[in-house]
């Protein structure tokens, strides 16, 4: 067994469930320790990617009575059951509106959004009334929200993170079982994409992260060294260029330009918040800008597209490591570029 696999089995066995959960159940959460006296039966999500955790544990329209916090569409083999969940908000849900589904368990993406300074409430108001709250580890673990637009990572993001929100939630739930099984089929691919990428023996590959920009004259907001796109490109064997421990650093131009990196990934995505998030802008900006359409990655046409979900602290994170060992197996094979 090689040292990727045994690695995977070692996470695993870490955040491995009990086949029953005990209630009350005790959590360390986020800097909180919550208690959960019985299993939920209803819940909110404020957050794509706990949304599709739920979804993808077996539960349905029944269980989850609303959503907000969107950034793309739903993962297609979860549609029809999204179809049927209210929809509270494309962007950010109202405290008022998530109180009125009356949830047992609110579950969180990103604590700017249910933390202690939390834009749509601090998870203190919810406890005050009766409603249980869940923040995924993906965005606590090894961070400091307190610091920069999205927080700032003392210790880089590894997978495990994912792997103990989905445990959890499933703890929770009181439905373990599939909870291991949903993890152990991440692992395999997430071990398969990874071993496929080494096996190119890529040489001194390096990438940037194009997340998105407020308008196409600003800084862009690109990939923080210690987040999960660096992540991504370290097991696939690029080098980030961007050295910033901010989750998405404002780098400018020059900056990157300089670096010149092997390789630009960018996000494509459903919101409109900005003109950055717009990817045929950014492709538009890249070809036509005087300046970095002479980046070499712009010229021999080594740009690549992966939906934001792919690029962030999910569960789609590991299509993302699939969709990116394919294009670079494609420009190894001198198929594009």
């Not at 469930?17 to 005790?26: C, D, F, H, L, M």
């Not at 029809?80 to 209210?86: C, G, H, M, S, T």
């Not at 834009?119 to 869940?134: C, E, S």
């Not at 909870?179 to 071990?191: F, K, M, N, P, Y």
Request: hydrophobic share 40%; proline share 3%.
């Amino acid at each position: 067994m090689n040292k990727i696999a045994i690695a995977s089995l070692l996470s695993l066995g870490a955040f491995a469930a009990q086949a029953e959960t005990t209630y009350p159940y005790i959590l360390q959460n986020c800097g909180q320790s919550v208690t959960f006296e019985t299993k939920p039966e209803t819940a909110v999500s404020v957050g794509q990617a706990t949304t599709e955790i739920l979804y993808a544990l077996g539960l349905d329209e029944t269980n989850l009575l609303g959503t907000g916090v969107w950034f793309d569409d739903v993962a297609a083999e979860y549609a029809a059951v999204n179809a049927k969940v209210d929809r509270l908000a494309d962007n950010d849900p109202s405290f008022e509106s998530i109180v009125g589904k009356r949830p047992d368990l609110v579950t969180i993406e990103y604590e700017w959004h249910i933390g202690p300074d939390g834009m749509i409430a601090t998870r203190d108001q919810f406890h005050d009334l009766g409603i249980d709250t869940y923040v995924l580890p993906t965005d606590c673990v090894g961070k400091d929200n307190s610091e920069g637009v999205d927080g700032t990572r003392s210790v880089a993001f590894s997978t495990s993170s994912i792997y103990q929100g989905i445990s959890e939630i499933a703890d929770i739930f009181n439905i373990s079982a599939e909870g291991d099984a949903l993890v152990a089929r991440l692992q395999d691919r997430e071990v398969s994409a990874i071993e496929r990428a080494k096996a190119l023996n890529i040489d001194d590959a390096s990438a940037v992260v194009w997340y998105s920009s407020v308008d196409l004259e600003s800084d862009p907001y690109v990939a923080g060294q210690k987040g999960a796109p660096a992540y991504m490109l370290s097991q696939l064997g690029m080098r980030n260029v961007v050295q910033s421990d901010e989750e998405w650093p404002l780098v400018g131009w020059e900056t990157i330009i300089k670096s010149d990196p092997s390789f630009i990934v960018i996000a494509k995505m459903e919101r409109r918040r900005f003109d950055g998030d717009d990817v045929a802008k950014k492709l538009e900006f890249l070809k036509t800008d005087p300046v970095a359409s002479q980046m070499t990655a712009v010229k021999e046409d080594r740009i690549i597209v992966l939906d934001v979900s792919q690029m962030n602290a999910t569960m789609r994170l590991i299509s993302g490591l699939e969709t990116l060992t394919d294009a670079l197996e494609a420009y190894e094979n001198g198929q594009q570029g």
